[in-house]
């Protein structure tokens, strides 16, 4: 905690909350009842078992995809949809800078290269115009990722990928039952890849998921998850190199639960994003984040505002964050910039790419602007959300 913060718990009184707000993730008798038939089956690989089957059809159906094919986490998912798009070494994709580390790390791991865009200051999603600006001769595919739950306008990057003849991968990984202009993400771009890890809303503790619509890219994805095996092969048939990135049933059969229950959960962390920028917005220097009108389902996975308070006068966002902590609300600061990443650039370089550009709103976003409120407080009652309110109120109006 900083001086900052701990001045500001001295004067300002008792913090406004002392339990945890929200709970993450949320289950009962059902995700209990298939993990024990799923043990119970002695059937724990999806070879075997039925769960995983089940499941891939009931979420390619979620979102209106023809295929869904399951594997061990969001990262393999993205360098197996690489790999199934016919990317290779020294291949470009060009990746937003704000995003989670595994949009770029999945293309380094398979030899490509990332190439950084910068978003749109107002959404945080991919901006269309920085996204043109960064195609080379190279460049073979588009990756928009959508961030927080909200979609990024699919309509745009379709039109640019027409028009460059690139292929295009949606980074779904926090977007479950996210719809751009009524058509649920993922399988709008040539694939789409969700993250079932423990802290997303399709949880299974670890997971991911890719789908797609079209059949070709649907066996690429799932031979290379099978260890390059093809699909009515021979056990020992490896007609390519793949991996086993096979999900369990156990994993399966929580997630057909989770599925259950998502639709009544998203409604509610829509209805607690709706409060919150409503109320939000009356609070000097607290703009909450747009979202683009083509959005017809947002996921909210993550609630981003900007505090802009700090020009006035008030904290900058790092003591912002230090103080809404010490009040009793957990507050993230949103992500470091990737293209700023070192590992990530010094892989870029060992690999021959060109040094990442700069990208001013990424970067602003991190040094002065973007905090979040993660799942839990999303999935809060309302009265919790008022307590999260006063507390913003409180270190808002304060002034070191
Ligand atoms: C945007 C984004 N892409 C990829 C991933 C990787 O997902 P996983 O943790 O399932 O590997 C994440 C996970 O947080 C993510 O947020």
Redesign the pocket.
């Known amino acids: 905690m900083t001086m900052t913060s701990s001045r500001l718990a001295i004067h300002g009184g008792e913090p406004v909350r002392t339990t945890p707000i929200g709970q993450w993730p949320e289950f009962g008798r059902e995700e209990e009842e298939l993990l024990l038939a799923a043990l119970r089956s002695g059937k724990w690989g999806s070879l075997d078992g039925t769960y995983v089957d089940e499941f891939e059809r009931a979420f390619a159906e979620f979102q209106a995809a023809k295929f869904a094919v399951t594997t061990v986490?969001?990262?393999?998912?993205?360098a197996v949809a690489y790999k199934a798009i016919g990317l290779g070494p020294g291949d470009e994709v060009v990746v937003p800078a704000y995003?989670?580390i595994?949009?770029a790390s999945?293309a380094l791991m398979i030899g490509a290269i990332p190439v950084f865009a910068d978003v749109d200051p107002e959404t945080l999603l991919i901006s269309p115009e920085s996204m043109d600006a960064a195609i080379t001769p190279r460049t073979k595919a588009l990756v928009p990722?959508?961030?927080g739950g909200s979609p990024v306008d699919m309509d745009a990057v379709m039109a640019v990928a027409r028009r460059r003849g690139l292929r295009v991968v949606e980074?779904a990984?926090?977007a479950h039952g996210a719809a751009w202009r009524g058509r649920p993400v993922g399988a709008i771009g040539d694939v789409g890849?969700f993250?079932?890890?423990s802290?997303?809303m399709l949880t299974a503790g670890?997971?991911?998921t890719m789908v797609t619509n079209d059949p070709e890219i649907d066996e690429l994805l799932w031979s290379y998850r099978n260890v390059g095996r093809r699909r009515g092969g021979e056990w020992y048939e490896h007609v390519r190199l793949g991996w086993n990135l096979r999900m369990t049933e156990f994993q399966a059969a929580v997630l057909l639960a989770q599925l259950q229950r998502f639709p009544e959960q998203q409604a509610r962390r829509t209805a607690a994003a709706g409060y919150l920028t409503e109320r939000l917005r009356e609070i000097p220097g607290v703009v909450p984040l747009e979202v683009p009108s083509g959005v017809t389902a947002h996921s909210w996975?993550t609630y981003h505002w900007r505090w802009l308070g700090a020009r006035q006068g008030g904290l900058d966002k790092f003591a912002f964050a230090d103080a809404l902590r010490a009040e009793g609300v957990p507050v993230l600061h949103g992500y470091v910039p990737i293209n700023r990443n070192e590992a990530v650039r010094a892989e870029i370089k060992r690999l021959g790419g060109a040094e990442p550009a700069a990208c001013p709103a990424a970067e602003k976003a991190d040094a002065e602007e973007i905090l979040a409120f993660s799942s839990p407080i999303l999935m809060a009652a309302e009265t919790d959300l008022d307590d999260v309110l006063r507390a913003v109120e409180k270190v808002a109006r304060y002034r070191p």
């Open positions: 986490n969001a990262t393999m998912g993205l995003t989670f595994a949009t999945a990722v959508h961030h980074d990984a926090q890849v993250s079932h890890q802290s997303k670890e997971g991911g996975y």
